[in-house]
């Protein structure tokens, strides 16, 4: 008999919600099986179960909350009894209804109206034509309007209505969905929390580019490799070299890491998420490039599974696609050390060896936390993706261990 849990799908996860049972108690499981549907602070993912048998019980029922680790729901053998535990987990008690009203709507206060200061012949002409004496400043003793004020402003013409005196404000305002509220938490914690500061380096992209038409010549449409998947694994080897980067800054210590985790920032319509490829320094490209592919899929068809959240050490954000990104800067997904920025690979006029000619190049921008690394260990960092890119073969290679 086990316990089904509440996953932790991401590292700022603290709970989730059961959106939905795919089996009820007394059907047969299966291991691997999805059995629930959970909704985490960005995306919704399939549950699978650990382990075959018969769901026994529900615990969370459909539309509830529960803590990472809180037990959920058990299987175990058909018609065996489930071991009673602590009270289950229990979604937030909804919040009291502000109470009704129980005497006459009073209005609300308005504050004395102060008295204009105006001249009678300033007050005479402002009657005479609708003006709203309020909207002038006097230049008379002590602020007073004067003739003059109505006649200066009566000779600027008849004006257009500012938007906001036709009735209520020129905006309207919406309770951001769950994903952009985690998204605005994480990013204000991070900005807030982790001191960036940031290096762009251009690298010319034309002998890659000339490798990844060559490779994907061979490939078949649904194989072909990115620029994205070059960058990944340019990052992912340079990674090996800059362990700095491959850190985070956690409880004033800083976490270096022993794999080389890179997350990918994948657009959905209502905000970002960053799924993680693993071990990226000991794939090879067409590795990371299926892999990739695979993890998009599954990022945009909401189908990305637990550990598909989890365990990222480093970022790649990529605006490369819109062609009129030159560059950007990203802030740093927490709790990394560090995130690049990829524009757009485009033919830029360039100097070399004093001549002035056209080459296609990229901007990498990193984004870094000033507590785990300096500005001088990024610019080696970012110095080492370039070389790696202008130079692709190596990434066909396995890089010395640093």
């Not at 099986?33 to 018969?54: C, F, P, Q, R, W």
Request: glycine letters at 8%; aromatic letters at 4%.
């Amino acid at each position: 008999m086990g316990d089904v849990i509440m996953p932790k799908m991401g590292d700022a996860m603290t709970e989730g919600r059961v959106l939905r049972w795919r089996k009820r108690p007394g059907d047969p499981v299966r291991a691997g099986e999805a059995i629930a549907e959970i909704e985490t602070d960005k995306v919704n993912v399939d549950l699978e179960a650990e382990e075959s048998g018969t769901l026994l019980e529900i615990v969370v029922p459909e539309g509830q909350s529960a803590p990472v680790g809180a037990r959920i729901a058990v299987i175990g053998a058909p018609g065996a009894q489930p071991t009673p535990a602590g009270a289950p987990p229990t979604a937030p008690a909804p919040r009291p209804a502000p109470a009704p009203p129980t005497g006459p709507l009073q209005a609300e206060p308005r504050a004395p109206r102060t008295r204009v200061k105006a001249s009678p012949l300033a007050r005479r002409l402002a009657e005479e034509h609708g003006l709203d004496l309020s909207r002038l400043q006097g230049t008379g003793p002590d602020g007073r309007i004067t003739k003059e004020d109505v006649e200066a402003h009566l000779a600027l013409g008849p004006r257009a209505p500012a938007a906001a005196e036709e009735g209520g404000p020129d905006y309207t305002e919406e309770t951001p969905g769950r994903m952009r509220a985690t998204i605005a938490r994480r990013m204000a914690e991070s900005k807030l929390q982790a001191p960036h500061f940031y290096v762009t380096v251009q690298v010319v992209m034309d002998d890659a580019l000339r490798a990844r038409q060559q490779l994907n010549r061979d490939l078949k449409e649904e194989r072909r490799v990115t620029v994205n998947d070059f960058v990944i694994r340019a990052a992912a080897l340079a990674l090996r070299a800059f362990p700095n980067l491959n850190s985070a800054f956690v409880n004033g210590k800083i976490r270096r890491f022993r794999r080389i985790n890179i997350a990918v920032a994948v657009a959905l319509p209502d905000g970002l998420i960053a799924p993680v490829l693993r071990d990226c320094d000991r794939k090879s490209l067409l590795q990371i490039s299926e892999e990739a592919r695979a993890l998009t899929e599954r990022t945009r068809s909401g189908h990305l599974r637990p550990d598909d959240y989890e365990g990222g050490t480093f970022t790649i954000s990529n605006l490369g696609m819109f062609d009129f990104v030159e560059n950007f800067v990203a802030i740093i997904n927490p709790p990394h050390a560090a995130i690049l920025a990829v524009g757009a690979a485009q033919p830029r006029a360039v100097v070399r060896g004093g001549q002035l000619g056209v080459a296609t190049t990229m901007a990498l921008t990193l984004s870094a936390d000033h507590r785990v690394t300096d500005g001088a260990e990024a610019a080696r960092f970012l110095g080492e993706i370039k070389r790696l890119l202008e130079n692709p073969f190596l990434l066909f290679v396995d890089a010395p261990q640093a």
